[in-house]
């Protein structure tokens, strides 16, 4: 999850490496997801308190002010965590992060409507290819959960863009924009407290809670430190955007080499479409701004 803050550039050296690794301690979240033993609900939990509270040291000195905007987005952000979870536990990891990944292809149907933005020719193209790719995730032989497990990744994909236009509210700058990270995770936190204490009466092993704190420490709130730095010092949107889909590439990377999960060659297709569609809108995208008279 990309949150962009805006500060004055630094000089220092190699802040995409900053980006880079914030994208590849993204990446592993479908690994731990899938080998903890734990369910979608249990592992929320601590995953979510830990990120909550690893955040809220990190962004501390920015307050943790609320507004009705940043509330919604709070609200987004935990729906689009779990979804994702539960996403990973059903179908496979490819199939998961692909398919949140089309996040961008609801920001190009809904910007318009959010801030009357003019819909391009480019958008039209770069959303018929990705609602292509999505419908391969679909064919062949699929289990039930496989079909339950793509619905609730295209919902979390949903969420995620829904969230990332509202950030862009004048409002969601007037407070500390990581507050909706924070209380988002507060929210799951909530939600999950009933699973995660029967889990607790059930017993949970050392190897899970360890698990636990990989990825709310290190997977979210380590990772978040690090792309934020890598905005503080100066790296451009665009820059931290491409850099960033070394996530959906590198996750079912991870699942196969260490637990032998095999996405379908139909699910690489569309994961492939998917983003190469969405990197190539994104750079014809910053081409045209470049020029003075674009359409």
């Known amino acids: 999850m990309t949150l962009v803050i805006h500060s004055r550039p630094s000089t220092k050296s190699s802040p995409l490496l900053l980006v880079l690794g914030a994208a590849i301690l993204w990446s592993t979240g479908g690994l731990f997801i899938k080998a903890t033993h734990l369910s979608a609900f249990e592992l929320s939990f601590g995953r979510s308190l830990l990120a909550a509270i690893t955040i809220a040291i990190f962004t501390r000195k920015e307050g943790f002010g609320i507004n009705p905007v940043s509330a919604v987005t709070s609200i987004l952000y935990a729906a689009l965590l779990i979804l994702f979870v539960l996403a990973t536990k059903l179908t496979t990891a ?6 949140q990944y089309t996040a961008p292809v609801y920001v190009l149907i809904l910007e318009p409507l959010f801030y009357k933005e003019k819909f391009r020719s480019r958008d039209f193209i770069t959303v ?19 079909v339950t497990g793509n619905l609730f990744a295209l919902a ?6 829904l969230f990332f236009l509202l950030l862009r509210h004048s409002k969601a700058r007037q407070v500390n924009r990581a507050s909706s990270a924070i209380y988002g995770n507060l929210i799951c936190v909530l939600i999950c407290a009933p699973a995660f204490f029967g889990a ?14 990989y990825l709310g420490v290190v997977q979210i709130g380590f990772a978040y430190l690090l792309f934020t730095l890598a905005m503080a010092r100066g790296v451009r949107s665009l820059d931290a955007s491409i850099i960033g889909y070394v996530e959906p590439v590198l996750n079912p990377v991870w699942v196969f080499l260490f637990i032998g999960e095999r996405p379908s060659g139909w699910a690489l297709v569309g994961g492939a479409i998917i983003v190469a569609s969405v990197l190539g809108h994104m750079i014809l995208a910053a081409k045209a701004k470049r020029k003075p008279f674009a359409v």
């Open 94 to 99: 490819a199939n998961a992060i692909f398919l």
């Open 128 to 146: 018929a290819a990705c609602i292509a790719g999505m419908s391969l995730f679909f064919v062949g032989k699929l289990r039930p959960q496989d």
């Open 200 to 213: 607790l009466q059930r017993g949970i092993g050392a190897g899970d809670f360890g698990r636990i704190a």
């Open 156 to 161: 979390s994909g949903a969420c995620f863009a």
